[in-house]
């Protein structure tokens, strides 16, 4: 079931009350400030408008009491009211800020991660708009520069992810079933990544998904990951075997991140180029 929701939406998670929040970023022109967060029901398709003024918002993150969306060079926390302010602008980090996307909660509802994808300009061929080839000479000069920072609910930032090839241009993140461990979804190569965050040790449990985008993982293991460009989604074992596809044939740059519903049975996964949530259904 595809459901129209607004123009570009990216990212979808679940907050107060049980209720479904969209982040829509609108025209992909920077500083229009036409970015918003709408609420979603996906039995009925209903929408209204919950957030505006925000200008390309990305990954959403719920910590039980807040909403948290990144958005380009900021992060912004926002109230059940509909409040917003900006949680961490770029002087709170670091390192310079090129592109945050994804945000998942920290359990507790104490922080949140957010994905800086790095040099993610370097990725593409711009005379095709698509990646570049895994073993082209423009594929090895990327250099490693994404990172994933943790950020308090009061705007306190640290690094938890260094940057390295395993997880060159990171997209989605989620908290593994492990504890103290991060699954990244790495975009160029397609890497899924296993980070524990008291080392940094990173170790890839499955590769080939390129544009690897939205990334979630169930109680019983199973890890559910979206590629941006190939319009499709997968489920696979949670050390990265059996991969199956539970849709494809979306389009190119359609299935951005995504949200697994264990409890609805299904995924909900936001298609950026045709303004719709896709409903799957999970057996």
Same mark, same amino acid.
């Given at each position: 079931m595809t459901l129209p929701?607004?123009?570009?939406?990216e990212s979808i998670t679940k907050g107060w009350g049980g209720k479904f929040y969209v982040?829509?970023?609108?025209?992909?022109?920077?500083?229009?400030?036409d970015g918003e967060i709408r609420t979603f029901d996906p039995e009925t398709g209903?929408?209204?408008?919950?957030?505006? %003024?925000?200008?390309?918002?990305?990954?959403?993150?719920?910590? %039980?009491?807040?909403?948290?969306?990144?958005?380009?060079?900021?992060?912004?926390? $926002?109230e059940r009211s509909g409040a917003k302010r900006i949680l961490a602008g770029p002087s709170a980090f670091p390192h310079p800020t090129a592109f945050f996307n994804?945000?998942?909660? /920290?359990?507790?509802?104490?922080?949140?991660?957010?994905? /800086?994808? %790095?040099?993610?300009?370097?990725?593409?061929?711009?005379?095709?708009?698509?990646?570049?080839?895994?073993?082209?000479?423009?594929?090895i000069a990327i250099p490693p520069a994404s990172r994933v920072?943790? $950020?308090?609910?009061? %705007?306190?930032?640290?690094e938890v992810v260094n940057p390295s090839r395993k997880v060159l241009v990171m997209n989605g993140i989620t908290e593994a079933n492990t504890y103290g461990h991060l699954l990244c979804a /790495?975009?160029?190569?397609?890497?899924?990544?296993?980070?524990?965050?008291?080392?940094n040790k990173k170790t890839i449990i499955a590769t080939g998904f390129r544009a690897a985008d939205g990334l979630a993982q169930g109680h019983d293991g199973t890890i559910y990951v979206s590629s941006f460009d190939d319009g499709r989604v997968w489920k696979m074992d949670r050390d990265g075997e059996n991969p199956q596809i539970l849709l494809q044939d979306v389009g190119f740059q359609t299935t951005a991140d995504l949200y697994l519903d264990e409890k609805g049975k299904r995924l909900?996964?936001?298609?950026?180029?045709?303004?719709?949530?896709?409903? $799957?259904?999970?057996?």
């Open positions: 929701v607004g123009p570009r939406p982040s829509i970023q609108g025209a992909p022109a920077l500083g229009l400030n209903a929408t209204t408008t919950f957030v505006t %003024g925000l200008d390309n918002p990305r990954g959403l993150a719920f910590t %039980g009491k807040f909403l948290v969306v990144t958005d380009t060079t900021v992060v912004w926390i $926002i994804d945000a998942a909660p /920290e359990s507790g509802g104490k922080a949140v991660y957010v994905s /800086e994808m %790095g040099h993610r300009e370097l990725m593409r061929d711009p005379a095709t708009g698509l990646l570049w080839p895994t073993d082209s000479p423009q594929a920072y943790r $950020i308090t609910v009061t %705007g306190q930032v640290t /790495e975009f160029f190569y397609g890497n899924i990544v296993d980070v524990d965050l008291r080392t909900l996964q936001p298609d950026t180029a045709h303004g719709a949530i896709i409903v $799957i259904p999970l057996a």
